[in-house]
């Protein structure tokens, strides 16, 4: 139900706005990765020629200018990309748990990183009235704050598989015995010793992500 009230909104906000008056949205879009921007900026850029308001925080300069988009560059998250390729080889040259609190640890320091930086804070510090988040969830339920901030509801847009923590923040069902953990990189037709596995690794996910 939750899930289907998130789309329906971002939905609403695309396909109507020629009935009604713009929108102001602040877009955050922080993880360094082109896969994430890409998806940010196709959402941006659409909202925009829609006729609503946008201010993009982003790793990334936006490609094509647009008069209603309002660019945050967020300069320095470069050392974030070094520490996810690093992740990465964990894969291989490390546990699986490793894996997993590294990039949780990785990405609260993004979030830290984001939250602190000069121009985040200068918008914080201004007058700057919003409509609406769009926020990433990759890991960082902690930039949901901006929407406490500023009042306003917030549409969470899932840039990867969904995980345990996106599943339950939208309460889609999540069951270990046929959800299989991205960083297992099992099939959804397990076998009984994978699933207990999986199992174990979804509560341990749940212990170091709280």
Same mark, same amino acid.
């Given at each position: 139900?939750? *899930?289907?009230?998130?789309? /329906? $909104?971002?939905?609403?906000?695309?396909?109507t706005t020629d009935l009604l008056h713009g929108e102001r949205i602040l877009a955050v879009f922080p993880v360094p990765k082109k896969s994430? *921007?890409?998806?940010?900026? /196709? $959402?941006?850029?659409e909202l925009e020629s829609r006729g609503h308001q946008i201010t993009?925080?982003?790793?990334f300069r936006v490609r094509e200018k647009k008069e209603k988009i309002q660019e945050i560059f967020l300069n320095g998250t470069e050392k974030f990309v070094r520490t996810d390729e690093y992740l990465q080889d964990l894969h291989q040259s490390h546990s699986v748990l490793e894996a997993i609190t590294q990039s949780i640890y990785a990405s609260a320091?993004?979030?830290?990183f984001t939250l602190s930086?000069?121009?985040?804070?200068?918008?914080?510090?201004?007058d700057a009235t919003f409509d609406l988040l769009l926020v990433d969830s990759f890991m960082m339920d902690a930039l949901l704050g901006f929407a406490q901030h500023y009042k306003v509801p917030s549409v969470v847009v899932c840039t990867t598989s969904t995980t345990k923590w996106t599943d339950e923040m939208?309460?889609?069902?999540?069951?270990p015995a046929y959800n299989p953990n991205p960083?297992?990189?099992?099939?959804?037709r397990m076998?009984?010793?994978?699933?207990?596995?999986n199992t174990l690794l979804s509560l341990f996910v749940e212990i170091s992500y709280q």
């Open positions: 139900m939750f *899930f289907k009230t998130i789309f /329906a $909104l971002l939905f609403y906000l695309i396909y994430h *921007f890409f998806i940010g900026e /196709a $959402l941006v850029q993009f925080l982003t790793s320091e993004l979030v830290n930086h000069p121009e985040v804070q200068k918008l914080l510090r201004s939208v309460r889609n069902p999540y069951n960083f297992l990189g099992s099939s959804n076998t009984l010793a994978e699933r207990i596995v």
